[in-house]
């Protein structure tokens, strides 16, 4: 089992910033991809980033430039800085951890944080 708490979320100006935390505990292996997916109300989870454990990343378009994901794989914790927020950007964000077995991927989730992105 892996356990994720993720942290850093609020409320933002238009323009402003913030930064996610997502640290993982448990079973880790050190091969793994973590990620960070975002849902608004009334709205599917999508994808925002993800990152292997050798530090190769992937972006939404709708973030790309703006936000930059990052991780410490000493503290088994993933980052999102987010930079120039929209209020498109309002959702709560949830940190995925994912290890592939062969054909299998074995996914686990936190509980999310709240971003909210409003004048």
């Known amino acids: 089992q892996v356990h994720l708490v993720e942290s850093g979320g609020g409320l933002v100006q238009p323009g402003g910033s913030l930064r996610l935390s997502c640290a993982a505990s448990?079973?880790?292996?050190?091969?793994?991809?973590m990620a960070w997916y975002h849902q608004a109300p009334g709205k599917e989870r999508d994808l925002v980033a993800t990152?292997?454990?050798?530090?190769?990343?992937n972006y939404a378009d709708s973030v790309k430039g703006r936000f930059t994901i990052s991780r410490d794989n000493a503290k088994n914790t993933v980052y999102l800085q987010m930079n120039s927020l929209k209020p498109e950007d309002t959702a709560v964000y949830y940190c995925?951890?994912?290890?592939?077995?062969?054909?299998?991927?074995?996914?686990?989730w936190g509980q999310g944080t709240q971003v909210t992105v409003s004048s």
């Open positions: 995925q951890y994912r290890r592939t077995r062969g054909s299998t991927n074995y996914d686990y």
């Open positions: 448990g079973s880790i292996f050190s091969i793994n991809t």
């Open positions: 990152i292997t454990s050798g530090g190769s990343t």
